[in-house]
């Protein structure tokens, strides 16, 4: 597994072409000038975007809501967050500064499960077991990788959360770990996954079913 890349390296050129698995060993300068042009232009899109700061998330009667959040010290940056709503639809929610891309996955009551991103659908449809009657051994609402929260800067209050998944530094990055997201029946294990190691698995039953929470080391 290649070493962790932080987000810290991801702003260096040479962290970069490390996380885009580029050998600088044979390439001639014409090329490695190329690829810095790539890396600041790169660099220059992700400074154009806002910053999300503190979610001011409200309370609604009836709702539920999960982080994953990474722990740096005193700061706790928001990475993903699953709400399970007063209708009873569960919905995988990923902060961003831009407001249009709002990258989610929902669980409709008819069953229906789909990801979208700028209000298109990314994946066809899914039809799981509906959300209506009495639920039965696990659904899988998809794994997660790609995290870098400090650079979305998006920061997590507890206090708006029935639960928080803290995670430590060097778990989730631009390349490594996952957070996965199953819905199981009560005392029923979720849908398996090969992962090399998992860091942390919390099981949140406010309501059936259950939510679990898994965070790996993947990568």
């Known amino acids: ?7 810290v390296e991801l702003q260096t050129f040479e962290g ?15 090329e490695l000038a190329r690829w810095r042009r790539h890396f600041e232009d790169a660099r220059e899109r992700t400074a154009a975007i806002p910053k999300v700061g503190l979610m001011k998330l409200q309370p609604v009667p009836g709702e539920h809501r999960y982080a ?4 740096e010290g005193s700061d706790l940056w928001l990475t ?11 919905f995988v929610m990923w902060p961003r500064g831009d407001r249009d891309w709002d ?7 008819d069953g229906t499960l789909h990801m979208k991103s700028y209000d298109r659908k990314v994946l066809p449809p899914k039809k799981c077991q509906p959300l209506t009657g009495a639920f039965q051994g696990s659904e899988d609402l998809g794994f997660y990788a790609g995290h870098g929260p400090k650079g979305i800067g998006a920061i997590c209050d507890p206090t708006a959360f029935s639960g928080v998944v803290e995670v430590a530094p060097g778990v ?3 390349r490594h770990g996952g957070v996965k997201v199953d819905l199981v029946e ?4 979720p849908t398996g996954f090969s992962w090399t190691q998992i860091v942390t698995q919390q099981v949140f039953r406010d309501i059936p079913p259950w939510i679990v929470i898994t965070v790996g080391s993947c990568g």
């Open 16 to 30: 970069w072409l490390r996380y885009q698995r580029f050998d600088t060993a044979p390439a001639a300068p014409e």
């Open 1 to 7: 597994m290649q070493k962790f890349i932080s987000e």
């Open 68 to 71: 994953v959040a990474v722990r």
């Open 80 to 90: 993903l967050w699953v709400r399970h709503s007063s209708k009873g639809e569960f």
């Open 186 to 189: 009560p005392e029923h294990e």
């Open 172 to 174: 989730l990055g631009p």
């Open 103 to 109: 990258p989610h996955t929902s669980y409709h009551l």
